[in-house]
Every structure is written in C-alpha cells, then in structure tokens.
C-alpha cells in the first residue's frame, strides 16, 4: 500500500493520507483493475481515440476533436509548468461553469502531475476560503465569469489565472509551445485529485483519488454496468465539480472513446431541447429533474436516448415507473459517494428492480451491518458497508476514523439487502425517525407523498416531541395552480402507509432547500 515512488515534487497530498491502518481494504478483482505501477490518468484518457471525433461539444454549435482536446491540453500544461510555476503535487483549484475549456484546465493539470480540486461555481467566497485552506491551495484557473467570489476569498499566496477573458495574460491568450507535452510519470497511487464533500453540515471533508481511481470507476460501473459505445453523445446536469458529473461527462466518455454534450445550463427546461438538437443518448441527472422532465415531455423529442442514469439521491420507484411508462427508458438508479468517487450499487436493462438501488457493481463488494461492524441478514435494516479499488482516504481529517472501520467504507445510509442479493435504500442513517417507538424512514413517507398527482418534491424529517419522541413532518412542493390542502394530502398517504407513518404537520413551499450540487438539505429543515 502507498510504496510506489512518487512523481510529487511537492509531497503535501501524500503526506496527509490517513496512516494506512485507516485505510479500508482495497480489492482489484478484475483483470481490467491491474493497473502498472507508473500510470498518469489524463494521458491514459487522451490516447487511443480516433483524432477526427468529436468529445466535446456546446449547446451553441460548437465541438472539439479529440486532436483539438490534446493540442489544447498539452498548450496549458506548458502554460502551468512554465509560465505559472506548478510542480508536480501542488494543488490547482479548478473553478467555472461545465464547459470544454473547463474540463481541458482539468486534463492539462492532471497530465503534469499537479493536483485538481475541483470546486463548484456557486461556492461563495467564504467556502472557497476553507477550501483552500484545507488543501493548501497555491494555484488556480477559473473561468473569468467566476473570477469574483475566488477573488474575495483572499487566499494567501493564491495565484488565480482566468480564461475565457479579452487580457493578454489570459490563459487562451498566453504564448506556448505548440509541442506535445510529455505526461509527468506519475505513480498509479499518486493523489490525482481533491474531491471535497457537498456537505450538509461541518466543515468540508477533503476526499483524496488516485491517478488509477480515475480510471476505476471508468472500468468498473460505465464498462459493466452503463455499456457505453463510441457514438454515444453524453449529457447531463451534475457540474464538473460534482464527481458525478466529472465521471458522467469527462472520464466515462472519454474512456469509451465517445464524446459529450457540456451544457452550462441543465435544468430540465435546458436539458429536453438539448437531447432532441444533439441527439443526447446517455444522460445522467437526479431523481428530482427525472420527475419534473414527466410533466414536460409533451413537445420534446428524446427518442435518441438509450441510458439514463440517476444518482445522488434515491430514486422513487414511482418516479422510476412514470418515467418506464412515457418513454420505454428504465431508468439506471446507482449510489455513489465523494469518498468512493462515483457509483458503487447499481443495475441496468433486464437486472433492475425498481424500488432498489441494484446490486454491487463487478469490482466492488457490499453487505449490511450492524454499529458493531456485525453483518445483518437480509430483511433486516443497518449500515451500508462497502469495499473496492477506490477507498475514503480523507485529507488531515479524524472523521477518517468514522468513514472506514473494520477495512469497509461506511457510506452512512441504511439498506436492506433482500433476498437474490439486491440492496434497498432505506433512509440516510441520520433520517431515520423515531415516534412513540416506532422507526420510520423519512424517504419512505416521502416516497408516498410523491405518489400524489400534485406533489412535486417532498422531504420529511423528524421533529423533538415532549410525548412521542419525535413527531413526522413533511415539507411539500406542489404543482403550479395545485390548492395547499394539508388535510387531504395526510389522507392520501394514510391511504399508502401505515397511519403511524403519516406526517403530522405538511408545510408546503416554493423550493426545497439544497445543496449547490442538488441535495436535499435535511438538517435545516430539522431546525
């Protein structure tokens, strides 16, 4: 474990792994996870591809060759390593909307040897702060529509280079040699990137992957699990600072040798004319855009789609069946995690259930546990306990400790694994509520309120109660126009569920509140 030579000039990301007792067990079942011990994962990602196609592509018309990918790449690494003065090892914060020119920044910074952290645009300047701080940041390359926040973080020490701009100093304006730039050797097990956690609450966990963890997840879920093909066209909303969307719009295709629709804007509104004009076949987004996209079908051509992929929160087997029932498409449901990179439980085509998550995808191991580390039968409900070639390795955090124990990732939700080996969600373990000794799952309630015609979002939380403990309370959104009818909303899901599961309050609203990367804030709806 950890004993390759390091191409890292700057030893910082490798010096702040967890001591390798806290590591979890690290498994290479597959032949295609043999990796060779020096191994640099943008050069693997940028070889091999017939020049003349198209991997990236805009909504304005515009697309880049995988010849055209390589030149610019190779053009900013020598810009970093020059001009700018990055090291292999130095962190390089990566901030901007999800563009070509984006996700070339992030190639160019992998292939010499430097770190990638790549952060979200809407992050404020406080986040940013923290950010770098935790990693140490010296550099940055940032679009210079995202210039301003990153500004007001007044990073010590940070130098910002922008792209995208009319100065001369700009990244796309700087001169460079128009050679090949030869990848740094890096190590297989030399830190690649810094993913950081959405987060919910706390301070943000630093999730450090491995030049051969880009590549697994890649060889793991898209080869056995997505399937994809050269000619597919990928889409999707997660941004690049999401490693969902990193996976599901840079690694995945371009592992496969097939190319991506980067869209700055994915709301459903912007993804369904997107599909039709590019003729979209693979999407990947959340739960709730696949559910707000049923109401906006009608005028929309997505008859080039043939996967479709959710992730980041559980999908409703409801939303899973309305989504079968208009277009013939089964929806792909996985679960992934920052500390594990990208998906890890998944099942497609024939193999899916809906209303689980799936089965571990080939390469990765899961069971079900108790608090002890004891594992469960099936039927019964515990921790979600996980292992494979990507493991939780967080940067200088304690919480190491928590996320790994016994060698098993314990991603913090509550599954059941049924019978034939499929794994069902739960709740998160923190969302389990319990009223007058009865243990409810809040996705569970949720799930039944999504059944109504008129409930668009909804999640429930457990709220302090002198008498039963905790009492359930549902927060709702509605369709436009939809009367607020508290009442007959309560009915409905009695009609659905035990009455003990029934919430005791609905309070309706406009939004749920989420994450920049679109999850559901819980906590402050418990507060």
Same mark, same amino acid.
């Given at each position: 474990?950890?004993?390759? &030579?390091? &191409?890292?000039?700057?030893?910082?990301?490798?010096?702040?792994?967890? *001591? *390798?007792?806290?590591?979890?067990?690290?498994?290479?079942?597959?032949?295609?996870?043999?990796?060779?011990?020096?191994?640099?994962?943008?050069?693997?990602?940028?070889?091999?591809?017939?020049?003349?196609? !198209?991997?990236?592509?805009?909504?304005?018309?515009?697309?880049?060759?995988?010849?055209?990918?390589?030149?610019?790449?190779?053009?900013?690494?020598?810009?970093?390593?020059?001009?700018?003065?990055?090291?292999?090892?130095?962190?390089?914060?990566?901030?901007?909307?999800?563009?070509?020119?984006?996700?070339?920044?992030?190639?160019?910074?992998?292939?010499?040897?430097?770190?990638?952290?790549?952060?979200?645009?809407?992050?404020?300047?406080?986040?940013?702060?923290?950010?770098?701080?935790?990693?140490?940041?010296?550099?940055?390359?940032?679009?210079?529509?995202?210039?301003?926040?990153?500004?007001?973080?007044?990073?010590?020490?940070?130098?910002?280079?922008?792209?995208?701009?009319?100065?001369?100093?700009?990244?796309?304006?700087?001169?460079?040699?128009?050679?090949?730039?030869? +990848?740094?050797?890096?190590?297989?097990?030399?830190?690649?990137?810094?993913?950081?956690?959405?987060?919910?609450?706390?301070?943000?966990?630093?999730?450090?992957?491995?030049?051969?963890?880009?590549?697994?997840?890649?060889?793991?879920?898209?080869?056995?699990?997505?399937?994809?093909?050269?000619?597919?066209?990928?889409?999707?909303?997660?941004?690049?600072?999401?490693?969902?969307?990193?996976?599901?719009?840079?690694?995945?295709?371009?592992?496969?040798? +097939?190319? +991506?629709?980067?869209?700055?804007?994915?709301?459903?509104?912007?993804?369904?004319?997107?599909?039709?004009?590019?003729?979209?076949?693979?999407?990947?987004? +959340?739960?709730?855009?696949?559910?707000?996209?049923?109401?906006?079908?009608?005028?929309?051509?997505?008859?080039?789609?043939?996967?479709?992929?959710?992730?980041?929160?559980?999908?409703?087997?409801?939303?899973?069946?309305?989504?079968?029932?208009?277009?013939?498409?089964?929806?792909?449901?996985?679960?992934?995690? !920052?500390?594990?990179?990208?998906?890890?439980?998944?099942?497609? @085509?024939?193999?899916?259930?809906?209303?689980?998550?799936?089965?571990?995808?080939?390469?990765?191991?899961?069971?079900?546990? @108790?608090?002890?580390?004891?594992?469960? *039968?099936?039927?019964?409900?515990?921790?979600?306990?996980?292992?494979?070639?990507?493991?939780?390795?967080?940067?200088? @955090?304690?919480?190491?400790?928590?996320?790994?124990?016994?060698?098993?990732?314990? !991603?913090?939700? !509550?599954?059941?694994?049924?019978?034939?080996?499929?794994?069902?969600?739960?709740?998160?373990? @923190?969302?389990?509520?319990?009223?007058?000794?009865?243990?409810?799952?809040? *996705?569970?309630?949720?799930?039944?309120?999504?059944?109504?015609?008129?409930?668009?979002?909804?999640?429930?939380?457990?709220?302090?109660?002198?008498?039963?403990?905790?009492?359930?309370?549902?927060?709702?959104?509605?369709?436009?126009?939809?009367?607020?009818?508290?009442?007959?909303?309560?009915?409905?899901?009695?009609?659905?569920?035990?009455?003990?599961?029934?919430?005791?309050?609905?309070?309706?609203?406009?939004?749920?509140?989420?994450?920049?990367?679109?999850?559901?804030?819980?906590?402050?709806?418990?507060?």
């Amino acid at each position: 474990m950890n004993t390759r &030579a390091t &191409a890292h000039v700057d030893t910082f990301a490798r010096d702040n792994l967890p *001591p *390798p007792e806290q590591w979890p067990e690290l498994r290479f079942d597959l032949p295609e996870l043999q990796y060779p011990e020096r191994l640099n994962c943008a050069a693997e990602l940028l070889t091999g591809q017939p020049g003349d196609r !198209t991997v990236f592509r805009t909504p304005d018309g515009g697309s880049w060759t995988y010849d055209e990918l390589r030149a610019h790449v190779d053009r900013l690494a020598h810009i970093l390593t020059t001009d700018l003065g990055v090291v292999p090892g130095n962190r390089v914060l990566l901030r901007g909307p999800t563009t070509p020119w984006l996700a070339a920044c992030w190639l160019a910074v992998l292939k010499a040897g430097a770190i990638a952290v790549t952060v979200l645009a809407q992050q404020r300047a406080h986040e940013l702060s923290t950010i770098c701080e935790i990693a140490r940041v010296q550099h940055a390359l940032c679009d210079i529509r995202s210039v301003d926040d990153l500004a007001k973080a007044e990073v010590p020490g940070l130098r910002i280079a922008t792209y995208g701009g009319d100065s001369p100093d700009d990244l796309l304006h700087r001169p460079a040699p128009s050679t090949p730039f030869t +990848a740094v050797d890096t190590a297989a097990d030399d830190v690649a990137l810094i993913a950081f956690t959405s987060g919910t609450t706390g301070r943000p966990k630093g999730c450090m992957h491995f030049h051969r963890d880009v590549l697994a997840i890649a060889d793991t879920f898209s080869r056995h699990v997505l399937r994809p093909l050269p000619e597919d066209v990928f889409a999707g909303s997660p941004p690049l600072g999401f490693t969902f969307g990193l996976g599901g719009l840079v690694v995945f295709p371009m592992r496969a040798g +097939a190319g +991506a629709l980067l869209l700055e804007q994915a709301h459903p509104d912007q993804l369904l004319p997107a599909i039709a004009e590019h003729r979209v076949s693979v999407l990947f987004t +959340a739960p709730t855009a696949y559910r707000a996209m049923l109401d906006r079908l009608d005028g929309h051509d997505v008859s080039s789609l043939r996967r479709c992929v959710s992730a980041g929160e559980n999908l409703p087997a409801a939303t899973w069946q309305a989504w079968y029932e208009r277009t013939g498409l089964r929806i792909i449901n996985g679960i992934g995690a !920052t500390e594990l990179l990208h998906i890890f439980i998944s099942a497609a @085509d024939e193999g899916i259930r809906p209303g689980t998550t799936g089965v571990p995808v080939p390469g990765w191991q899961a069971r079900v546990q @108790d608090a002890e580390g004891t594992p469960l *039968p099936d039927g019964e409900p515990g921790l979600l306990a996980v292992r494979g070639p990507v493991g939780c390795r967080y940067l200088a @955090d304690p919480r190491q400790q928590e996320y790994v124990r016994g060698g098993w990732n314990i !991603t913090g939700d !509550t599954y059941v694994r049924e019978p034939g080996g499929y794994f069902r969600y739960v709740a998160r373990a @923190d969302d389990m509520i319990i009223s007058a000794g009865y243990n409810i799952a809040g *996705p569970e309630v949720e799930d039944a309120l999504l059944r109504h015609p008129d409930v668009v979002e909804a999640a429930v939380v457990g709220r302090p109660d002198e008498d039963r403990g905790q009492v359930v309370v549902a927060y709702a959104v509605l369709k436009e126009g939809a009367g607020r009818d508290a009442e007959a909303l309560r009915e409905f899901v009695k009609s659905e569920l035990a009455p003990y599961k029934c919430p005791r309050e609905i309070v309706f609203m406009d939004a749920l509140p989420r994450t920049a990367t679109g999850k559901l804030q819980r906590f402050r709806l418990r507060g």
